[in-house]
């Protein structure tokens, strides 16, 4: 069964601080992994890694894939009360009819 | 484009009644998700379909729940009869296959007294 694991389950810091989430995968034919955030509605794209060890960067934010550890982790530097959410990622299956499986995900709060 | 559509955004409903939720995909979009989200469980999925035919519905939880999406334009979950253990939010789904992220409806809160 196709599986994906997400720690810590959730994460108080304060404004400043770097945190860094992790997610772990089981995924038959493993094609590519997305990470969310989620606030109040929907969640709302981030990231998507294809390729082992090439790191995706937005702004404070920042991503990168171990294919050979089934595992990414989502880095968020100089963190700040907006960055409080629901992070969550999901693994892609491949082939022509692809699977989106989503860990619980990781709340973080962070405070001022 | 408007984005993935769904209604209604909130359905409050008697135990024992049939519930529909609907979603209108991203025009163009071939793959179409739905899923659950509860405090205790997190994000699952229900069901995908490919090119309107479902694939895997493996997470429905039961035989009360049942999908449909008759053309590319239009999907359906039903709850029949609704429990009070369904409330949560149910989300839909749709992205182009092979290429690119998921993107997200605003999810239809459902609360089932």
Known sequence: EDKVVQSPLSLVVHEGDTVTLNCSYEVTNFRSLLWYKQEKKAPTFLFMLTSSGIEKKS?????ILDKKELSSILNITATQTGDS????CAAVSQGGSEKLVFGKGTKLTVNP | DAGVIQSPRHEVTEMGQEVTLRCKPISGHNSLF?????M???????????????ID???MPEDRFSAKMPNAS????????????????????????????AFFGQGTRLTVV
Do not use: H
């Open chain 1, 59 to 63: 702004g404070r934010l920042s991503s």
């Open chain 1, 85 to 88: 959410a629901i992070y969550l």
């Open chain 2, 34 to 38: 739905w899923y659950r989200q509860t």
């Open chain 2, 40 to 54: 205790m469980r997190g994000l699952e999925l229900l069901i995908y379909f490919n090119n309107n035919v479902p």
């Open chain 2, 57 to 59: 519905d493996s997470g």
């Open chain 2, 74 to 101: 239009f999907s359906t979950l039903k709850i029949q009869p609704s429990e009070p253990r369904d409330s949560a939010v149910y989300f839909c789904a749709s992205r182009f296959a092979g290429q690119g992220s």
